[in-house]
């Protein structure tokens, strides 16, 4: 398989059609190769227009709904990020062609082993990972001007919000009651505000960003 042609094609028909005019955006998307950051059994499968799960509670996001997400952070080359729920590393390394720093947060150590592994294979020297639970992000190492959530949250990333800067944002696919959206909170002063900035179809709800089962009689 061609994997060069097909990123192109990825970024032609699931990135620049859909208002992602940022290219820096669009070159990340183009240079970064997803097939690596996936198991051999997936990597046929790594530019076909859907999410990708390869593991428990982790997956890929469509190209379209990762694109346009970070395209709504406006994140700038001074920047440092927080890339939560990171996996085997796919995420960090796109955000890494955008920003000075990301550092990763991952709980499970076989995945943050194997990111690290695969940024070292693409020579990325600016990303660094972090284990721990996701939902509690990476306190010591902030505050940030840029959060992601890297697969759907069903709740309020409320520990999250606190590690922003002021000016800081953080974005995430929003799901409720089987609608998914993608979100970006702002940061100003005390204050943070959401926006709901395109709609999604990110299903994998990243682990310890599930909303707990109501207790019914």
């Avoid at 953080?170 to 204050?191: P, T, Y």
Wanted: charged share 25%.
């Amino acid at each position: 398989m061609d994997f060069e042609a097909a990123r192109k094609h990825m970024v032609d028909s699931q990135v620049r059609p859909n208002d992602v005019t940022d290219p820096r955006i669009q070159r990340a998307f183009e240079t970064v190769a997803r097939e690596n950051f996936l198991p051999a059994e997936l990597r046929a499968q790594a530019y076909v227009e859907r999410e990708i799960r390869y593991a428990p509670e982790r997956s890929l996001l469509t190209a379209r709904d990762h694109a346009k997400l970070l395209d709504a952070l406006d994140i700038r080359p001074g920047d440092l990020v927080l890339d939560v729920a990171s996996g085997a590393g796919y995420s960090s390394a796109i955000l890494s062609q955008l920003c000075e720093m990301v550092v990763a947060v991952e709980d499970d150590a076989t995945l943050a082993g194997k990111a690290q592994e695969n940024w070292s294979a693409a020579g990325l020297v600016n990303t660094a990972v972090v284990e721990g639970p996701p939902e509690a992000g990476a306190p010591k190492q902030g505050p940030f001007d840029v959060i992601v959530i890297g697969g759907a949250i069903e709740i309020e990333p409320t520990a999250l919000l606190k590690q922003l800067k002021d000016g800081g944002r953080l974005g995430a696919i929003m799901r409720k009651g089987g609608v998914a959206r993608g979100v970006v909170w702002r940061k100003s002063g005390d204050a943070i505000a959401a926006h709901e900035a395109f709609d999604a179809a990110a299903n994998t709800v990243a682990r310890g960003f599930t909303r707990p089962k109501a207790f019914v009689f």
